[in-house]
């Protein structure tokens, strides 16, 4: 089994940027995630079959006909789930039209290759840092911090695989697909 998801990837611009936020937040119990490893996760998988990641590829080819490039603008840092019982710091993008119809797009054609279906609504983000275990912190004052000056322009999504190690996770990405543009 493979465990991996579907995202888009930051440019190095982007990374920076999202770097530099992160820098401007008290990390006191939280374990903050390399800039290289930033995404926005489209679609989690899960264990997938090495005998299912055709149809997951054909799948996704699907889905990015007439995509179009995706263009976000980030809009705030946040805790996820919520302020109460926060597990992630992320920095949040608007839910545009485009990536929303790609995220609808993508869950269809997978509903099709025998995936379910996410049930909660899409919010695009990317993991800041993650709550340590057993942390008495994790309340980061993340109010003040702005992120309307990041952008993540895409013109393609990745197929990744993540690797769950003692150290965290490793990314590889298995398969990159072109958001073709809309005739």
């Known amino acids: 089994m493979i465990r991996c998801f579907i995202a888009l990837e930051p440019d190095d ?3 920076a940027d999202l770097r530099h936020a992160a820098a401007e937040l008290d990390m006191t119990g939280w374990r903050q995630t390399p800039a290289g490893k930033y995404h926005i996760t489209l679609k989690f998988l899960g264990d997938v079959d090495a005998n299912e990641l055709d149809a997951v590829s054909d ?3 699907r889905a990015c006909a007439d995509a179009g490039p995706i263009s976000l603008r980030g809009t705030r840092v946040a805790m996820i789930p919520n302020d109460r019982r926060p597990r992630v ?3 949040m993008f608007e839910a545009t039209p485009r990536i929303t119809e790609l ?3 993508l869950e269809v ?3 099709d290759a025998g995936f379910a279906m996410e049930g909660r609504a899409y919010h695009p983000h990317v993991t ?3 709550k340590r275990r057993g942390s008495a912190g994790g309340r ?3 109010r003040d911090v702005r992120l309307d000056h990041i952008t993540i322009e895409a013109d393609r999504i990745a197929l990744i695989q993540s690797i769950l ?3 965290g996770p490793i990314y590889e990405v298995m398969a990159r697909f072109a958001l073709e543009a809309k005739a």
């Open 13 to 15: 611009a982007a990374r």
């Open 59 to 61: 799948a996704i080819r």
């Open 89 to 91: 710091l992320a920095a």
């Open 103 to 105: 995220v609808e797009r």
């Open 109 to 111: 054609m997978l509903a």
């Open 128 to 130: 800041l840092a993650r």
């Open 140 to 142: 980061a004052k993340v």
């Open 165 to 167: 190690t003692n150290d």
